[in-house]
């Protein structure tokens, strides 16, 4: 494995927010109809990661999530599955059991998820338990308080030292960017997780808000572009939080074919972290193929 | 991680904005007196969709006779209407033409996407709702113009002559025409002869609207329908915006003269990013400066100039955005550069395409397939370029960029200011501080920092040297239309 040195880290450039909140509305005026619609949906289904991170989570909620993720609306046959269920290290196993002979990965939450606030062996631990549990990807947090404090160096060292955690594990950087505040923030802190070595970088845990907005995720595909530029390496891209409607994931799906370009749009490379998100995407996909919006009531809830 | 190989493409299906809704007649005539009347020349000239070369309409080509009527009943109208309102009294007539024109704002993006080859994203994101605007801020002048001119007596010119442009055919109607008749005025005004048919619809409004006859008449035609009016004796006022040539022309023919003017003429507009810009905003800034409207504008920022110390990256990542912008049918939501006004402003540009390729400079142009009827031309930027370059001094009016490297600030000020033209300039850079440096250095009569093309009813706009005089919209557009005495 090739070593990732803080030194090798370049200057962040300055980000222009009232630049970037232009860009994000051209992509807003896109227009998917039809044919590219269809697709779309489709592609998003099969990249959301089918999310419960709860206190009350139970063996049993889990398992009923995993049938889910196999069989989002089997009265319509033909629908892809999600990409993944995300859930904490405690629930990773009864997850495995559930998938096992499925292609939906599991994806865990780990290094003190949410607030990250657990000192360094224990986020090891942490990840190391989700990963021997039989997690195929780990979804860290970065240390946001050292971020804001400056200490760049602790918060690349501790990324680049999950990264060897997690083994043959893919490994996902949360920045939780609505605790960064700014662009130029989740700009550097996106540098800094990329070149420490992440395989994805992820907006938000889904517990503060604001979290993925068109905004930030273009701010982090944009420091994707760059390094691949730099060094022809790709990163994935997982926005998290706050997309629940079929609209604007597709139109996230217009940021990534306009920035980053067709190769990232399956879902080894872009994810959406979501719960509420599949069965609107459903819902679209049926009115696509009969003409009429169902009723909720129509696609279940696990 | 391996790079993974693309598995499918996504592509966007056509969108076409429908045009079934759209009311076009056969055959237009002159809108001279609050009616429709047949040319005296009795000629018609066909106006067509640079898009697929397909005729839209006939239109009223006026002669000198046609021009003395408008003239005419613009002046009846002045002296016993309009001059003796109540300013409250106009700023509804005003008002409502606003609310009609907004009434109808997607009939009029179909209608001016169709005949001016822009694209629909930006004649209903852009020209339409800016004009609409207009009238509406106009509106609000009328009856408060005592704060406009604090203690100075004003009064109104007379009947003002109004010569525009085709590339933002509405949106130069309603510069022009708003100011006018807030301030008291009446207008003859003549729209460019490829895209005349929005003024037109902007006529059928100003008819439904119950505007005083004679108060706002339509003239269509060529050069010499424009030069009826320049010349005409009765006109107290020209206002003209088109190409630096024909506004020296008019300055020539108004001299010695009681008539007063207002120029907005030709532009070869610096965009200036430094090494701390906000690189990937300033490349989108770069994008909306010199291919927004197929580069048909005016203040365009056609000479790039950026700090060599970025250059490459600025290049690389300018080409990059380029290939993601899809340039085809106007009509489709999607499309971002659409087509070529006419067939002769193509030749134009391609006349400058074959100089910069003669000259030595580096050409790159996007990757995209043309469609094969109408008038379309690829993005095109030109690297290695030198001040002396013929194309990085004359005014292209297409999707030409140059691109120049710079080291220093004094030297790019120099180099941005090294041309007869002033119209506008674009600076990147997170220094404030340089910001106003540059804005107090920089000889144009616009300066955006951070973003380019940004337009607004109350943001004054015009050019320094040989990019005009006078300035149109915001307190200032008022200047140009009224008599201050003492």
């Given at each position: 494995m090739k070593p990732f040195l803080f030194s090798k880290l370049p200057d962040s450039p300055t980000i222009d927010k009232v630049g970037v909140e232009e860009r994000v509305a051209r992509f807003q005026t896109r227009s998917i109809k039809n044919e590219s619609k269809r697709q779309g949906l489709r592609m998003v289904l099969n990249m959301i990661d089918l999310t419960t991170l709860e206190g009350k989570d139970t063996p049993g909620k889990v398992k009923q999530m995993c049938y889910k993720a196999q069989h989002l609306h089997d009265l319509y046959p033909g629908l892809p599955t999600v990409a993944a269920v995300c859930v904490y290290p405690s629930m990773v196993a009864f997850a495995k059991k559930e998938l096992k002979n499925s292609s939906v990965k599991i994806a865990s939450v780990s290094t003190a998820f949410p607030s990250g606030q657990a000192p360094m062996d224990v986020k090891i631990t942490d990840t190391k338990f989700a990963v021997d549990a039989g997690a195929d990807e780990i979804d860290m947090v970065i240390s946001r308080g050292k971020f804001l404090t400056g200490e760049y160096n602790f918060v690349f060292d501790e990324i680049a030292a999950i990264k060897e955690a997690c083994g043959n594990a893919r490994l996902k950087v949360i920045l939780e960017t609505g605790e960064l505040a700014t662009l130029d923030n989740v700009r550097k802190a996106s540098d800094i997780a990329i070149y420490a070595g992440a395989d994805f970088i992820k907006t938000s845990t889904g517990k503060i808000q604001p979290a993925a907005t068109m905004q930030v995720t273009y701010t982090m595909l944009m420091a994707i572009r760059d390094y691949f530029d730099e060094t022809g390496i790709m990163v994935g891209m997982k926005p998290a939080g706050g997309i629940s409607t079929s609209k604007l994931a597709l139109h996230n799906l217009v940021m990534v074919k306009e920035i980053l370009g067709d190769a990232w749009l399956n879902n080894q490379w872009f994810r959406f972290g979501a719960s509420s998100l599949a069965n609107d995407v459903l819902m679209q996909i049926l009115k696509t193929e009969t003409g009429i919006y169902q009723s909720p009531d129509y696609f279940t809830i696990d | 991680m391996a790079k993974e190989k693309n598995n499918e493409s996504w592509e966007y299906a056509?969108?076409?904005?429908?045009?079934?809704?759209?009311?076009?007649?056969?055959?237009?005539?002159?809108?001279?007196?609050?009616?429709?009347?047949?040319?005296?020349?009795?000629?018609?000239?066909?106006?067509?969709?640079?898009?697929?070369?397909?005729?839209?309409?006939?239109?009223?080509?006026?002669?000198?006779?046609?021009?003395?009527?408008?003239?005419?009943?613009?002046?009846?109208?002045?002296?016993?209407?309009?001059?003796?309102?109540?300013p409250t009294e106009r700023a509804k007539y005003i008002y409502r033409i606003a609310r009609l024109m907004h009434e109808r704002a997607r009939e009029f993006a179909v209608i001016e996407t169709l005949d001016?080859?822009?694209?629909?994203?930006?004649?209903?994101?852009?020209?339409?709702?800016?004009?609409?605007?207009?009238?509406?801020?106009?509106?609000?002048?009328?009856?408060?113009?005592?704060?406009?001119?604090?203690?100075?007596?004003?009064?109104?010119?007379?009947?003002?002559?109004?010569?525009?442009?085709?590339?933002?055919?509405?949106?130069?109607?309603?510069?022009?025409?708003?100011?006018?008749?807030?301030?008291?005025?009446?207008?003859?005004?003549?729209?460019?002869?490829?895209?005349?048919?929005?003024?037109?619809?902007?006529?059928?409004?100003?008819?439904?609207?119950?505007?005083?006859?004679?108060?706002?008449?339509?003239?269509?035609?060529?050069?010499?329908?424009?030069?009826?009016?320049?010349?005409?004796?009765?006109?107290?006022?020209?206002?003209?915006?088109?190409?630096?040539?024909?506004?020296?022309?008019?300055?020539?023919?108004?001299?010695?003269?009681?008539?007063?003017?207002?120029?907005?003429?030709?532009?070869?507009?610096?965009?200036?990013?430094?090494?701390?810009?906000?690189?990937?905003?300033?490349?989108?800034?770069?994008?909306?400066?010199?291919?927004?409207?197929?580069?048909?504008?005016?203040?365009?920022?056609?000479?790039?100039?950026?700090?060599?110390?970025?250059?490459?990256?600025?290049?690389?990542?300018?080409?990059?955005?380029?290939?993601?912008?899809?340039?085809?049918?106007?009509?489709?939501?999607?499309?971002?550069?659409?087509?070529?006004?006419?067939?002769?402003?193509?030749?134009?540009?391609?006349?400058?395409?074959?100089?910069?390729?003669?000259?030595?400079?580096?050409?790159?142009?996007?990757?995209?397939?043309?469609?094969?009827?109408?008038?379309?031309?690829?993005?095109?930027?030109?690297?290695?370029?030198?001040?002396?370059?013929?194309?990085?001094?004359?005014?292209?009016?297409?999707?030409?960029?140059?691109?120049?490297?710079?080291?220093?600030?004094?030297?790019?000020?120099?180099?941005?200011?090294?041309?007869?033209y002033g119209l506008a300039a674009g600076v990147w850079t997170d220094k404030g501080s340089r910001i106003f440096n540059l804005t107090t250095k920089l000889r144009a009569g616009v300066v955006w920092a951070n973003t380019y093309n940004k337009f607004d009813p109350t943001s004054p706009f015009g050019g320094y040297k040989e990019s005009g005089f006078g300035r149109e919209g915001g307190m200032h557009g008022l200047s140009g239309y009224v008599k201050l005495n003492d």
């Open positions: - | 056509p969108s076409l904005e429908s045009t079934a809704h759209i009311q076009l007649k056969e055959k237009y005539d002159l809108f001279i007196d609050g009616k429709w009347v047949k040319p005296k020349s009795g000629k018609y000239f066909k106006s067509i969709n640079p898009a697929n070369e397909e005729v839209l309409a006939e239109v009223a080509h006026a002669n000198e006779s046609d021009v003395n009527l408008a003239v005419k009943a613009a002046r009846k109208a002045y002296t016993n209407v309009w001059s003796k309102m109540a001016a080859g822009k694209t629909i994203r930006e004649s209903r994101d852009v020209d339409v709702p800016l004009a609409c605007n207009h009238f509406f801020y106009y509106a609000g002048w009328a009856d408060k113009l005592e704060y406009a001119f604090p203690n100075r007596k004003f009064e109104s010119l007379g009947v003002a002559g109004q010569i525009i442009p085709w590339n933002f055919p509405l949106l130069m109607a309603a510069w022009k025409i708003a100011p006018a008749l807030a301030t008291g005025n009446t207008v003859v005004l003549k729209p460019a002869e490829t895209t005349p048919l929005t003024a037109l619809k902007l006529a059928e409004i100003i008819e439904e609207s119950g505007l005083p006859a004679g108060v706002v008449n339509i003239v269509t035609g060529y050069g010499d329908t424009g030069a009826a009016i320049v010349n005409h004796p009765d006109v107290n006022k020209i206002a003209f915006t088109g190409s630096t040539a024909v506004g020296k022309i008019i300055q020539k023919s108004i001299a010695g003269t009681h008539k007063k003017a207002t120029l907005e003429l030709g532009g070869k507009s610096a965009n200036i990013i430094f090494d701390d810009a906000p690189i990937d905003q300033a490349v989108e800034g770069i994008v909306n400066g010199i291919f927004f409207n197929q580069g048909h504008v005016c203040c365009a920022g056609s000479r790039l100039f950026v700090q060599e110390n970025v250059a490459d990256k600025v290049i690389r990542k300018l080409k990059q955005r380029m290939e993601s912008l899809y340039v085809g049918n106007p009509l489709d939501k999607n499309t971002d550069i659409g087509a070529i006004n006419s067939k002769e402003q193509l030749e134009v540009i391609n006349k400058f395409i074959q100089i910069g390729k003669n000259e030595g400079a580096e050409m790159y142009q996007t990757k995209c397939n043309l469609p094969k009827k109408g008038y379309y031309c690829s993005p095109t930027i030109f690297t290695n370029v030198a001040q002396s370059n013929v194309i990085a001094q004359e005014e292209i009016f297409g999707p030409v960029l140059t691109v120049q490297t710079f080291r220093t600030v004094d030297e790019v000020i120099q180099k941005a200011n090294n041309s007869p």
